[in-house]
């Protein structure tokens, strides 16, 4: 009876173990995805360039948003939007910057996790990027002001 409890108790600490050990490497097979919210609204994105167990390196922003058809969120003049990460990425290493569509890109203020929207009507594509202890990545939203 004793080694009956015994090789069950081994058998459950081997699978738990298992467990463990598969789910903690696939959760860690890619970067964090954002939470990326307009108010009420959730901002889809798409996966961009990042390093992370390896490399991928991907079109500009609006090349990425044209070809992958990515409807912009609509949004107010001015409204905040919140991005963040779970886990955090390393303090001071999370950017925004906003993109033309000829290519050209400039930051974009990020106050405690939040980026204004412009205050003038249009489409605008951002791309967010951090760091974390294994690796980086960055990724593409787009906002209509209306």
């Not at 409890?5 to 890619?30: K, P």
């Not at 033309?100 to 930051?107: I, M, P």
């Not at 003038?120 to 990545?137: C, L, Q, R």
Request: proline share 8%.
């Amino acid at each position: 009876m004793k080694k009956m409890l015994l090789l069950m108790i081994i058998s459950a600490v081997i699978l738990f173990t298992t467990v463990y050990v598969i789910t903690s490497l696939s959760l860690d097979r890619y970067p964090p995805k954002p939470s990326i919210q307009a108010g009420e609204k959730k901002v889809p994105y798409l996966q961009s360039t990042y390093c992370w167990n390896e490399c991928a390196d991907y079109m500009a922003p609006p090349d990425m948003v044209k070809h992958q058809q990515l409807e912009p969120v609509i949004v107010s003049p001015e409204a905040e939007i919140s991005i963040e990460f779970t886990p955090k990425p390393w303090e001071g290493s999370m950017g925004v910057t906003k993109w033309t569509d000829d290519l050209q890109s400039e930051n974009v203020p990020l106050d405690y996790n939040i980026v204004t929207a412009p205050g003038i009507a249009g489409i605008y594509i951002y791309s967010v990027y951090a760091s974390w202890d294994k690796g980086s990545s960055s990724y593409v939203f787009a906002i209509k002001v209306e």
